[in-house]
T-cell receptor, first 114, second 114 residues
């Protein structure tokens, strides 16, 4: 089966611009998660979708970040306007649900804001 | 507060030597425990997980970890490392009170030298 796909793999943008990251989860996985790792720090949770609904968005840093999951399939994470501190690696993960906790991660998008 | 601590940011070791990567977490009440590995230029891959049952869990490539409830630890060990084990290792915890999100440690870079 195809894994979790994220694109772009790398993005370099200027401060103040907008960037949209995309995540395609494993087909049939209702749960989709976004995480971020800022350089030198731990991987931090951003938010959790169950199908198209936001289950937990307690980790979203501020209102410059907007996540959507149209139709419960792929998800996008938009940063508008981007700031220097938004630089990092953004990971997406999906899981089927239940108690197996089989989280599968994508390869990440490395975002650099200059 | 829920937190995960990996005390060692880098662990250098010679090939065929044993290694232990340490992981402690803040509370052992109903936790599920994970170790992920990130090889250079790749995404996060699940190495092993503890959900219930035997406190000693093993991976297919020779790593093992033991859930120690009293010490709130889940240290990762391997009796003999290979060059190919060079990677960054992340400990993660899911508390049952959380809907699904993982709390990660800061990561430990294992550097295996010939």
């Amino acid at each position: 089966e195809a894994g979790v796909t994220q694109f772009p793999s790398h993005s370099v943008i200027e401060k103040g611009q907008t960037v949209t990251l995309r995540c395609d989860p494993i087909s049939g996985h209702d749960n989709l998660y976004w995480y971020r790792r800022v350089m030198g720090k731990e991987i931090k949770f951003l938010l959790h979708f169950v199908k198209e609904s936001k289950q937990d968005e307690s980790g979203m840093p501020n209102n410059r970040f907007l996540a959507e999951r149209t139709g419960g399939t792929y998800s996008t994470l938009k940063v508008q306007p981007a700031e220097l501190e938004d630089s990092g690696v953004y990971f997406c993960a999906s899981s089927q649900g239940g108690r197996s906790y089989g989280y599968t991660f994508g390869s990440g998008t490395r975002l650099t804001v200059v | 507060a829920q937190s995960v601590t990996q005390l060692d940011s880098q662990v250098p070791v010679f090939e065929e030597a044993p290694v232990e990567l340490r992981c402690n977490y803040s509370s052992s009440v109903s936790v599920y425990l994970f170790w992920y590995v990130q090889y250079p230029n790749q995404g996060l891959q699940l190495l092993l997980k503890y959900l219930s049952g035997s406190t000693l869990v093993e991976s297919i490539n020779g790593f093992e970890a033991e859930f120690n409830k009293s010490q709130t630890s889940f240290h990762l060990r391997k009796p003999s490392v290979h060059i190919s084990d060079t990677a960054e290792y992340f400990c993660a915890v899911k508390w049952s009170s959380n809907t699904g999100k993982l709390i990660f440690g800061q990561g430990t870079t294992l550097q295996v030298k010939p």
